[in-house]
């Protein structure tokens, strides 16, 4: 605790210290600060990991109020989300950390628990028109996901080429759309003129959806080489649709997933290589910075740095994919093949 | 109007429930009793508690409606959409409320004048009007509307009540009205109990239907509007099993799902237990999937308790004689 702690202070010393860049502000630990993790919804392994972070964060920011981990049931997550929110402002609770799975709908939710008093941080997934929300942290640049996924689509399908399809979250996942439009920006590029984009299905982050959608998608488009999921529910379901139906000779999987979940498909081929971003971090992060912003250390203005513990110096900046919105950029990717996957999945 | 015993028994338990929850939460939470917390309490599910008034009436008919989330759906899409393709608000929220009536008037109209199965015709309904609603939005979010029109589901017009809270009580007072104070609510019950003897008595159980079936569609796409109105942007997924929630706030008010007995004053309660205990619960962390097992097994035994009770006291009386 000490070490991390003098860790901490050596990394602000260093930030305020540093010639380029805004000045990182300290964030000074103990304060008691109620806060709430909600995510998109309960019982999915990244939210889980997301929540460990959170965790690890307030031990050592010594926050000595409660940290709920809220949220709804799949089949509730709109209306769960809503209702999670309402009671948070009516608890007044000092920040809340949103993985948005409501599109604007949590809108009038999030500006009125906003009007009362409580930080909203979004993580993961924003507020599509960052009304009500103080700041988005965001787990990776969306312009860099879909080149990530361009590059994995072009190395599993080699220099040929083929067609593949998109298999998603749903319809409205702000940040699976955005990848899915960075994506396909990206595949405008000459190198990637063979890859022939076919069709986007939703699973809706349910396993069952994701597994009937990808076999949909296998009836429908008859060359089809791969199935891109940049969702941790629909890519493990449609390499488990692939290999129950023996066609992972023919058609790959690949997208964002979990090495846990992933690793007997990476191993088997079905799934040879996706990539993901570590949520254990993101949670972390995400309780920096709500923490930041409830106990004043840090304001929800573009320029702002602080320290955020073991992961170093943030800097808040504009959103550069909403019209409106401030963002804390986490990053970076890890690409998962089967030389690596094993001691990911650890 | 004189209830049967076993109902007035009934209401007896549904009132100690929401009173022993009422003390639980005000015991647990601070916050429980202000204001803001009693009128979101019945914000967040408004628009569901406003359905189940009319599925009340629906349900002592004999009947079900099982679109009825999917009109909402459908309802608030249609307002989106020609919306967004240039008409005036007003006109917009008009088509849809009429597209509601319509699609109960379609529903009615099988099951009154051909006389199929409600069952049946509203699962269709249930497929079928989400369908049309996703045509019209596909996977888009449309939002802007005009301030005045979110207001009315966001802020508070009357004092601390928000216009969809002001509505349910008009329609809670109207259909207890219809219900227990009129001949068409007499007939309703009447038709519920046995529907080919109110048909040899001169009933007009196909025009009673199609007016019932209607009047669902209708205040089906009015809770569509204020949820919209409430959430700001439409979606095409809106309201997706909404109708469960709806039908077993009616059954917990001991409205009996073979037609013919059940009132409003339970449905009222039942209603206010479910709010509470929710909201208690939100107010307690507890949430997902704890939540929803709570109130899953609060619904079983409501469901089997009476028919239990109705055993056992059979076979009691039998053991006597």
């Given at each position: 605790m000490?070490?991390?702690?003098?860790?901490?202070?050596?990394?602000?010393?260093?930030g305020?210290?540093?010639p380029?860049?805004?000045r990182?502000?300290?964030?000074?630990p103990?304060?008691?600060?109620?806060?709430?993790?909600?995510?998109?919804?309960?019982?999915?392994?990244?939210?889980?990991?997301?929540?460990?972070?959170?965790?690890?964060?307030?031990?050592?920011?010594?926050?000595?109020?409660?940290?709920e981990?809220?949220?709804?049931?799949?089949?509730?997550?709109?209306?769960?989300?809503?209702?999670?929110?309402t009671?948070?402002?009516?608890?007044?609770?000092?920040?809340?950390?949103?993985?948005?799975?409501?599109?604007?709908?949590?809108?009038?939710?999030?500006?009125?628990?906003?009007?009362k008093?409580?930080?909203?941080?979004?993580?993961?997934?924003?507020?599509?028109?960052?009304?009500?929300?103080?700041v988005?942290?965001?787990?990776?640049?969306?312009?860099?996901?879909?080149?990530?996924?361009a590059d994995?689509a072009?190395?599993?399908?080699?220099?040929?080429?083929?067609?593949?399809?998109?298999?998603?979250?749903?319809?409205?996942?702000?940040?699976?759309?955005?990848?899915?439009?960075?994506?396909?920006t990206?595949?405008?590029?000459?190198?990637?003129?063979?890859?022939?984009?076919?069709g986007?299905?939703?699973?809706?982050?349910?396993s069952?959806t994701?597994?009937?959608?990808?076999?949909?998608?296998v009836?429908?488009?008859?060359?089809?080489?791969l199935?891109?999921?940049?969702?941790?529910v629909?890519?493990?379901a449609?390499?488990?649709?692939?290999?129950?139906?023996k066609?992972?000779?023919?058609i790959?999987?690949?997208?964002?997933?979990?090495?846990?979940?992933?690793?007997?498909?990476t191993?088997?081929?079905?799934?040879?290589?996706?990539?993901?971003?570590s949520f254990v971090?993101?949670?972390?992060?995400?309780?920096?910075?709500?923490?930041?912003?409830?106990?004043?250390?840090i304001?929800?203005?573009?320029?702002q740095?602080?320290?955020?513990?073991?992961?170093?110096?943030?800097?808040?900046?504009?959103?550069?994919?909403?019209?409106?919105g401030l963002?804390?950029?986490?990053g970076?990717?890890?690409?998962?093949?089967?030389?690596?996957?094993?001691?990911?999945?650890? | 109007?004189?209830?049967?015993?076993?109902?007035r028994?009934?209401?007896?338990?549904?009132?100690a429930?929401?009173?022993?929850?009422s003390?639980l939460?005000?015991?647990?939470?601070?916050?429980y009793l202000?204001?803001?917390?009693?009128?979101?309490?019945?914000?967040?599910?408004?628009?569901?508690?406003?359905?189940?008034?009319?599925?009340?009436?629906?349900?002592?008919?004999?009947?079900i409606?099982?679109?009825?989330?999917?009109?909402?759906?459908?309802?608030?899409?249609v307002?989106?959409?020609?919306?967004?393709?240039g008409?005036p608000?007003?006109?917009?929220?008009?088509?849809?409320?009429?597209?509601?009536?319509a699609?109960?008037?379609?529903?009615?109209?099988?099951?009154?004048?051909?006389?199929?199965?409600?069952?049946?015709?509203?699962l269709?309904?249930?497929?079928?009007y989400?369908?049309?609603?996703?045509?019209?939005?596909?996977d888009?979010?449309?939002?802007?509307?005009p301030?005045?029109?979110n207001?009315?589901?966001?802020?508070?017009?009357?004092?601390?009540?928000?216009?969809?809270?002001?509505?349910?009580?008009?329609?809670?007072a109207?259909?207890?009205?219809?219900?227990?104070?009129?001949?068409l609510?007499?007939?309703?019950?009447?038709?519920?109990n046995n529907?080919?003897?109110?048909r040899?008595s001169?009933?007009?159980?196909?025009?009673?239907k199609?007016?019932?079936?209607?009047?669902?569609?209708?205040?089906?796409?009015?809770?569509?509007?204020?949820?919209?109105?409430?959430?700001?942007?439409?979606r095409?997924?809106?309201?997706?099993g909404?109708e469960?929630?709806?039908?077993?706030?009616?059954?917990?008010?001991?409205?009996?799902?073979?037609?013919?007995?059940?009132?409003?004053?339970?449905?009222?309660?039942?209603?206010?237990?479910?709010?509470?205990?929710?909201?208690?619960?939100?107010?307690?962390?507890?949430?997902?999937?704890?939540?929803?097992?709570?109130?899953?097994?609060?619904?079983?035994?409501?469901?089997?308790?009476?028919n239990?009770?109705?055993?056992?006291?059979?076979?009691?009386?039998?053991?006597?004689?």
């Amino acid at each position: 605790m000490k070490k991390l702690l003098l860790a901490t202070v050596a990394c602000a010393t260093l930030g305020l210290l540093a010639p380029h860049g805004a000045r990182a502000q300290a964030i000074e630990p103990g304060k008691p600060v109620s806060m709430i993790l909600l995510p998109k919804f309960l019982g999915i392994a990244v939210f889980d990991q997301a929540h460990n972070g959170a965790e690890e964060a307030a031990k050592e920011l010594k926050n000595p109020a409660k940290l709920e981990f809220l949220g709804p049931t799949p089949e509730n997550s709109v209306a769960g989300q809503i209702e999670i929110v309402t009671n948070a402002a009516t608890q007044g609770v000092g920040a809340l950390m949103i993985s948005n799975n409501s599109g604007d709908q949590i809108v009038p939710a999030a500006k009125a628990a906003h009007a009362k008093g409580v930080k909203i941080v979004t993580w993961d997934s924003p507020i599509p028109s960052a009304e009500g929300e103080d700041v988005f942290v965001a787990q990776v640049d969306f312009t860099e996901t879909g080149t990530v996924m361009a590059d994995m689509a072009l190395s599993i399908l080699g220099a040929g080429g083929g067609t593949f399809a998109v298999l998603s979250a749903s319809p409205d996942a702000a940040n699976q759309n955005s990848w899915i439009a960075a994506m396909q920006t990206a595949l405008k590029e000459p190198k990637y003129a063979k890859l022939k984009l076919a069709g986007i299905v939703y699973g809706n982050d349910q396993s069952e959806t994701s597994y009937n959608q990808a076999l949909a998608l296998v009836d429908k488009y008859k060359d089809l080489k791969l199935i891109m999921a940049p969702t941790t529910v629909g890519i493990v379901a449609a390499a488990k649709a692939m290999q129950d139906e023996k066609l992972c000779d023919k058609i790959k999987v690949s997208g964002l997933g979990l090495p846990a979940e992933m690793l007997s498909y990476t191993k088997n081929g079905c799934a040879p290589e996706f990539a993901l971003w570590s949520f254990v971090d993101l949670g972390y992060l995400s309780y920096y910075t709500a923490y930041g912003l409830a106990t004043g250390a840090i304001k929800a203005e573009a320029g702002q740095s602080f320290v955020a513990g073991r992961m170093g110096k943030y800097t808040i900046t504009k959103d550069p994919t909403r019209k409106e919105g401030l963002r804390i950029l986490m990053g970076p990717f890890s690409k998962y093949n089967a030389s690596n996957v094993e001691a990911a999945a650890k | 109007m004189t209830l049967p015993l076993a109902l007035r028994r009934w209401e007896m338990l549904l009132l100690a429930l929401l009173i022993l929850i009422s003390a639980l939460n005000v015991a647990w939470s601070p916050f429980y009793l202000g204001v803001g917390n009693v009128v979101n309490l019945f914000q967040l599910e408004i628009e569901k508690i406003i359905v189940a008034l009319v599925m009340t009436l629906i349900i002592i008919n004999g009947e079900i409606d099982l679109s009825v989330a999917s009109v909402m759906g459908l309802a608030a899409c249609v307002a989106a959409y020609l919306f967004h393709a240039g008409w005036p608000m007003p006109w917009a929220l008009a088509a849809a409320l009429a597209s509601g009536a319509a699609a109960g008037a379609f529903n009615g109209f099988w099951v009154a004048y051909v006389g199929l199965p409600s069952l049946a015709v509203t699962l269709a309904g249930l497929i079928g009007y989400r369908g049309i609603a996703r045509i019209l939005v596909e996977d888009r979010a449309y939002g802007g509307f005009p301030a005045w029109f979110n207001a009315i589901g966001q802020q508070p017009q009357v004092g601390p009540l928000t216009v969809s809270i002001i509505i349910f009580a008009v329609l809670f007072a109207l259909m207890a009205l219809v219900l227990h104070g009129s001949a068409l609510g007499r007939l309703v019950y009447v038709m519920g109990n046995n529907v080919a003897a109110a048909r040899y008595s001169g009933v007009r159980v196909r025009r009673i239907k199609l007016l019932l079936f209607t009047a669902s569609g209708t205040i089906a796409a009015l809770a569509g509007l204020l949820y919209a109105a409430r959430l700001g942007s439409v979606r095409g997924d809106m309201a997706v099993g909404f109708e469960l929630d709806i039908i077993t706030i009616v059954l917990l008010g001991g409205v009996s799902i073979f037609g013919g007995s059940g009132n409003l004053v339970g449905v009222g309660l039942s209603i206010l237990v479910i709010l509470n205990l929710r909201n208690g619960m939100g107010l307690a962390d507890i949430t997902g999937n704890t939540q929803t097992s709570v109130i899953g097994a609060l619904l079983i035994l409501s469901v089997l308790a009476p028919n239990m009770a109705q055993t056992l006291h059979t076979k009691w009386k039998g053991r006597e004689t």
